[in-house]
């Protein structure tokens, strides 16, 4: 056998395991014709599961900016901004993210991954401490184990559990840092940012939040710390570009002081082509936006709010709601039943969720009509009673 078929051959058994668990991922073409209409195999369907909270990846505004960028200065960026320097755009990018945060200082990355594997490693190593949540995002827990850290996993949001590891490992270890999301991203709930925050400062642990979910979806568009009154802000806030701001990217707000520090230090910013032009001027007018209409950012929790009221479901905190089916099988066939129904909500399976909680994900956006919604729901009452009856 040759290396090119032992090769094959390895990925052809593991392919084979991934079948026999209905856990093998085949992207389909889809089209995304605007905010929240898809077409595949040549008919229209409600996105459902989208990220895109605000419908900004489609708004002309948003577009036309990235046009304009594009036109101006060019496609790709060239090279890692240490290499030929930053273009102007991702430094007022910078600055405006740092004033909608409220923090002194902020840097952009190449995606919301790419941040994790960055802070994390970039402020903590063998001898420190990482604390993270169970159901904290797969980047969380990839920039956790590059640190070289001793990593603790705490049971989801359980401050109790939280407090026994600070207590039992945190005077071993010369730093430590606590990591969560901000708003879980398969799950919708809150990290529990007070009472975590105050338990991090108790033992001189630096907190990390992901707020990937929150920006421009909870706290009039701040994230997920202004849900708190009074607000909740970590030292290391990191969040995307790629979700409610329409664009790519990712970043962290913090003190000058650490921006300085990872400016040097965060090989996958050191080592890696800054944004194009394009992605950092629709990320910028998708702030404008924000900025103009406080009420866009409120809407897609109020449409979450809707739709679990039509279903029972308890009230959500965010415009993610998980329906839970678990297994993998049974998602599958409600996703694919709501596909012939006209909507696209695509089944979330292991390892992105624990081992049989596979799920639907239903995420709203400001996009959507209300109309939609309850179609939605309506379709989803019946399919899962049906399942239900079935088995
Ligand atoms: C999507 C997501 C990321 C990754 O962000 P990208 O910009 O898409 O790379 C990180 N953390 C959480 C919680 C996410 O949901």
Redesign the pocket.
């Known amino acids: 056998m040759t290396s090119f078929q032992s090769l094959d051959a390895f990925a052809a058994g593991k392919l084979e395991t991934l079948d026999r668990k209905a856990l093998r991922r085949q992207p389909r073409e889809t089209r995304h014709s605007d905010a929240v209409t898809v077409e595949r195999d040549g008919r229209s369907l409600i996105n459902a599961c989208s ?1 895109d909270y605000l419908g900004l990846a489609h708004h002309p505004e948003v577009i036309e900016a990235a046009r304009e960028a594009t036109a101006r200065w060019g496609t790709g960026s060239g090279a890692s901004r240490l290499v030929t320097g930053g273009h102007p755009l991702l430094f007022e990018l910078e600055a405006r993210l740092a004033a909608f945060k409220g923090t002194q200082d902020c840097l952009v990355f190449g ?4 941040a ?1 594997l960055a802070i994390t490693p970039a402020l903590v190593g063998a001898g420190d401490l990482v604390l993270i949540d169970q159901l904290a ?1 797969a ?2 827990f990839a920039g956790a184990r590059l640190s070289g850290a001793r990593v603790e996993v705490f049971r989801h949001n359980d401050m109790a559990h939280l407090s026994d590891l600070l207590t039992t490992h945190r005077a071993s270890a010369r730093h430590a840092m606590v990591l969560t ?1 901000g708003v879980f ?1 398969m799950d919708g709930d809150l990290a529990p940012l007070p009472h975590m925050l105050a338990l991090a400062e108790q033992h001189d642990a630096w907190t990390l939040v ?1 707020d ?2 929150g920006i421009g979806t909870l706290g009039g568009g701040r994230g997920s710390a202004h849900a708190f009154e009074p607000a909740a802000e970590a030292p290391l806030q990191m969040g ?4 409610a701001l329409g664009s ?3 970043y962290l707000c913090a003190s000058h002081t650490v921006c300085e520090l990872l400016r040097s230090r965060a090989r996958p910013l050191v080592f890696t082509t800054a944004l194009p032009p394009a992605s950092v001027a629709a990320a910028l007018k998708a702030l404008d936006l924000i900025a103009a209409d406080p009420d866009l950012c409120a809407r897609p929790l109020r449409l979450a709010e809707r739709f679990c009221t039509a279903l029972g479901l308890a009230k959500p905190v965010s415009p993610i709601v998980p329906v839970v089916l678990g297994s993998s099988e049974r998602a599958l066939s409600v996703s694919k039943a709501l596909e012939a129904q006209g909507f696209l909500v695509t089944a979330i399976r292991p390892p992105t969720v624990p081992d049989g909680t596979a799920r639907l994900r239903i995420t709203f956006s400001a996009a959507h009509r209300e109309n939609d919604i309850d179609r939605l729901a309506a379709s989803l009452a019946s399919l899962t009673a049906s399942v239900e009856a079935a088995q």
């Open positions: 990220n995606s919301g991954y790419l994790n995002h980047c969380l999301d991203s992901d990937a979910h995307t570009l790629s979700k790519y990217g990712g």
